[in-house]
């Protein structure tokens, strides 16, 4: 079985503060780690993933992510965050095997005020 | 755009009645996926086709639930018999044939309301 846990609901933000959004995750084996934005009325859009190899992820509008092994962790940040990145945030978790779902945390929602 | 499509973007519907959703992946994707989420939780599997093959469905999928992709291109999943417990997102995804490293790239949604 594999999940994920995003403890957080809901973070806040001031504009151009650091922004970081908490992700921990169950699998059996090693993880593939991916993030995902969703704003109001548009479908869920690829942000980063985590594969292998160097443990910071960078990605799309400038975020990043973290792969923490001994944590199970996956945190997303973004050193200086913007009123446009007021969203839906989820993190996902496929095990390193042919399993091609995603199981996704229940999300966090992001609002960043100006 | 030539990103995923999915018709149509909303459906209410009679309970008991039947609706079939449609979904047009990015045209080079083998890989097909169909996701449910309700309010307030994330996206949940549902199945999934390689080309026109339906390798694998998840539990949620219930006998009133099918989905068919029958020339390895476009997608159709069809609910029976709708209940009030059926309102929610549907999501459609898709991607390249590759390992499961390979990110899914999902449509807007078509979200359903049975009253």
């Known amino acids: 079985a594999q999940s994920v846990a995003q403890p957080e609901d809901q973070v806040n933000v001031a504009e151009g503060n650091p922004l970081t959004v908490k992700c921990t995750y169950s699998v059996s084996g090693n993880p593939y780690l991916f993030w995902y934005v969703q704003y109001p009325n548009r479908g869920l859009q690829f942000l980063l993933k985590?594969?292998?190899?160097?443990?910071l992820v960078k990605g799309s509008y400038g975020f990043e992510a973290e792969f923490n092994k001994s944590q199970t962790s996956f945190h997303l940040k973004k050193p200086s965050a913007l009123v446009s990145d007021s969203a839906l945030y989820f993190c996902a978790v496929r095990r390193v095997t042919n399993d091609y779902k995603l199981s996704f945390g229940a999300g966090t929602t992001v609002t960043v005020r100006a | 755009d030539t990103g995923v499509s999915q018709n149509p973007r909303h459906k209410i519907t009679k309970r008991g009645q039947n609706v079939t959703f449609r979904c047009d992946p990015i045209?080079?994707?083998?890989?097909l996926y169909w996701y449910r989420q309700t309010l307030g939780q994330g996206p949940e599997f549902l199945t999934y086709?390689?080309?026109?093959?339906?390798?694998?469905k998840s539990r949620l999928l219930s006998d009133r639930f099918s989905a068919e992709r029958p020339k390895g291109s476009f997608s159709t999943l069809e609910i029976q018999r709708t209940e009030q417990g059926d309102s929610a997102m549907y999501l459609c995804?898709?991607?390249?044939?590759?390992?499961?490293?390979?990110?899914?790239?999902f449509g807007q949604g078509t979200r359903l309301t049975v009253v």
């Open positions: 995804a898709s991607s390249l044939t590759g390992g499961a490293g390979t990110e899914a790239f």
């Open positions: 045209s080079e994707h083998n890989r």
């Open positions: 985590y594969i292998t190899g160097d443990n």
């Open positions: 086709f390689q080309n026109e093959a339906q390798l694998e």
